[in-house]
């Protein structure tokens, strides 16, 4: 219903922000680090989604669309609702999610209020999965397909950094182009190639 709101921010709250469109103020909640990007009486586009449930309804809204993204992947996952999704974005930007689910880092996780060990490895294994899904689905509508190395180690390292990538917004097109010319090796970690991936695409 709503892609993005723009206006005037008229109000901060914890996990709170209402935003100001031509006369009508809009509540949106969000993340601890999108509140801490807004500044009361200046302009802001926040980046929604629309959650209708019987007894309510609540619109999410976030400065980044790679935090809206996070945000939406998370309530995929069995157990996760708004407010477990927003504990979670609130306690490390989109990117550092990112590495932390490809991963399997379930003890980071763990730092938001309200998340287990048991719920933090199940976002892991289950956002790990579906994001090969769409991976494959992108190969066989004709996206471009990278030659992986022949070494396991390095075609998993490989197979991880394009998939945090993918969390993070960029398409597997950017990612695969990313990746190119970073020869993996047995002693390269997806860590390493995610954090020279995304040194690239900021540079460009």
Known sequence: MFYYLEGNVARIEKELAVID??????????SQNTCA???????ARLYTHLSIRENACDLYGFVEQEELHCF?????VSGVGPKAALAILSIAPPSQLALSIITGDAKFLTQAPGIGKKIAQRICLELKD?????????????GLIMTLPANDSAVNAVGEAVSAL????YS????????????????QTAEDLIRACLK???AQ
């Open 130 to 142: 579906k994001l090969a899904k769409e991976q494959e689905t992108l190969q066989s509508g004709g």
């Open 166 to 169: 993918m969390v993070l917004g």
């Open 37 to 43: 990007s807004l500044h009361m009486g200046k302009p």
């Open 72 to 76: 939406q992947l998370l309530l995929s």
């Open 21 to 30: 469109c031509g006369g009508v103020g809009y509540a949106c909640r969000t």
């Open 200 to 202: 690239k695409l900021a």
């Open 172 to 187: 597997q097109a950017e990612a695969m182009r990313a990746m190119e010319g970073m020869d993996a090796d047995p002693n």
